[in-house]
Structures are given as C-alpha cells and as structure tokens.
C-alpha cells in the first residue's frame, strides 16, 4: 500500500473517531445534567462550571 492510500485511510479513521468523540461527549452531557437533577441541582448552574470538553480532563486521561 502507498503512503497517500494509507494517508487517506488515517485521515478517514480520525474524521470517525473525531465524530465519535462528539457523539460521547453529548452523552456524557446529557447524563451529567440527568445526575444533577436527580441530586436537586439546576442543570443550567452546573454548565457554567463545566466546559463541556471532556477529552482534556485530567482525571480521564490515565484511567488505571
């Protein structure tokens, strides 16, 4: 296989993996707000402390 086939595979598996990350992140955002109501906490209030951006947060990096 050439380096621009095998270029053009990469680049299309993280276009996927890009969306997938995406459609987890809303996931985790909607059980975030279902566990906050549950707990009486306004789902609105706890956004603004929470970016949204689950991927760079620390404590999920090295899940051991």
Known sequence: MSLAAEAALLEARLHMLQ??????DARIATV?????????????SAQAADSGDHRGAPDRQHAS
Not at 19 to 24: A, D
Not at 32 to 44: V, Y
């Open 19 to 24: 969306q997938e990350i995406g459609m987890l």
């Open 32 to 44: 975030s707000d279902a566990l906050r109501l549950l707990h009486g906490a306004p789902a609105a």
